[in-house]
Every structure is written in structure tokens, then in C-alpha cells.
């Protein structure tokens, strides 16, 4: 570690887990970079990610946006085409689109699409699956309502899926927002993973929370606080 690097972590008291509160005017004083960094939430859940019936993912409008307007590819003919593109999608795909992805190009942040694309879409599986871009219904991303998917993209939808240890990795804004806003971005992303909570899934669910800006360390939060202050907010 760096020098600089060490005197941030001087910020955060060992073996302290913050409040909502607490946490989220931390993390904002632990920027570092001449960027504007992103914050980022890191999840533990207590799942058996083996498991299929136990599988997390889904998406939330974001109150506030992660601070940049993703440039959003919909697959859709038609009059839903049409329908995507009027709802501001940067890129409206075919054939000769999932040519062009083939051969390398990947100048999108997102990707949706209407049901009857799919079959065209799912080539794509090997490029797209890796990078979180396949397009998925449970995602909300595969919908004939398309116009109104490209409009929540822009408006700050992100998805959240769960990686091969069972946690979730999800920005929540950049360390210029407002203390207020990365608290409400941050208690919408819960809501929404506590809403997504498998059936088979026992004990506890959110195990551990962490934020951290891109170039620092991390604060871990006080699970049982920040769900206590959500219940109490809904």
C-alpha cells in the first residue's frame, strides 16, 4: 500500500461498523483521485450461490442516477423500433448490428430488447454474458413495453446480479453527490435486493455492506442498523 493509500485508511476507525449516516459522509471524504470517483456498494448475502433456486438478480431505478447517462443499444423492429428510439435509445440494433458485435464493437452500456429478438440476440451470449450486457427478462431488459425500459436506463436503472461467491457489486453515484442522495440511491438498491430474496433462501440474507469510492478503501456498515432505518423509511 501507498502512502496515500494508508492515510486514508487512518479515516476509518478499526473494527467500527457505521451507521447509514456515518458511512456515506466517510466514504465521500475518502476520494482521493483527480476524477470523480464512483461509489460503489459491496454485498454479502447469505446464499449458497451453487444453488439455482437461490440465485439473485433483478434491477432498481436508482433515485438519483450513478452519475452518467448510459448509451443503450435496444433490439426491436417495427413500430417498437420506433418506440425505442423515441424514448432516447442511442442504438437501435438488427442483423447487421449483431454483425458489428462480432467483429469487436461495443460502444453501449446497456442492452435491451423486445421478446421476438431474442432468438437473434442470444448469438451474442459469449460477448454479452460476461460484460453483465445480456439482455434478461428477470433483469427487466426483454420487455415489448421497450420505450419504457430505454427511458429508466437513462434515467439511472442499473442491474444487480450476484457473482459466483453469492455478493453483489453495484454503483451507487459519484463521491461529488450530495451525502443525501448516495444515502437514498443506497436504501433503494436494498429495498430492491430484499424484494429479489429467494424463497429458499434461510437466515439471514443481507450479510454484510460495504461502500467504497473507486481508488479507496472500504467502510463497512452496520447491517442490522441500515435494515432497521430502511423499515422505518418504508
Known amino acids: 500500500m501507498g502512502k496515500r493509500y494508508e492515510a486514508l485508511l487512518e479515516k476509518i476507525e478499526k473494527g467500527k461498523k457505521y451507521t447509514l449516516d456515518e458511512a456515506v459522509k466517510l466514504v465521500k471524504e475518502l476520494k482521493s483521485a483527480k476524477f470523480d470517483e464512483s461509489v460503489e456498494a459491496h454485498i ?75 432468438p437473434m440476440v442470444s448469438k451474442l451470449g459469449r460477448i454479452l454474458g460476461p ?11 426483454v420487455s415489448m413495453d421497450i420505450g419504457r425500459v430505454v427511458q429508466e436506463i437513462k434515467k439511472g436503472k442499473v442491474e444487480f446480479k450476484m457473482d459466483k461467491l453469492g455478493n453483489i457489486h453495484v454503483s451507487i453515484g459519484k463521491v461529488s453527490f450530495p451525502e443525501e442522495k448516495l444515502k437514498e440511491n443506497l436504501v433503494a438498491l436494498l429495498e430492491a435486493l430484499l424484494k429479489a430474496k429467494p424463497q429458499a433462501v434461510r437466515g439471514q440474507f443481507i450479510k454484510s455492506i460495504y461502500l467504497s469510492p473507486t481508488m479507496g478503501p472500504s467502510v463497512k456498515l452496520d447491517v442490522q442498523k441500515v435494515l432497521n432505518e430502511i423499515k422505518k423509511v418504508a
Open 131 to 141: 460484460r453483465g450486457l445480456m439482455p434478461n427478462a428477470k433483469a427487466g431488459t
Open 44 to 118: 454479502q448475502l447469505g446464499v449458497d450461490p451453487k444453488k439455482s433456486d437461490q440465485s439473485v438478480r433483478g434491477s432498481v431505478l436508482l433515485p438519483h442516477g450513478v452519475g452518467k447517462t448510459k448509451r443503450v443499444l435496444a433490439f426491436a423492429k417495427g413500430e417498437k423500433a420506433k418506440e425505442a428510439e423515441e424514448a432516447g435509445a442511442d442504438y437501435v440494433g438488427d442483423q447487421e448490428t449483431i454483425k458489428k458485435i462480432q467483429g469487436g464493437w461495443l460502444e453501449f452500456d446497456a442492452v435491451v430488447a423486445t421478446p421476438d429478438m431474442m
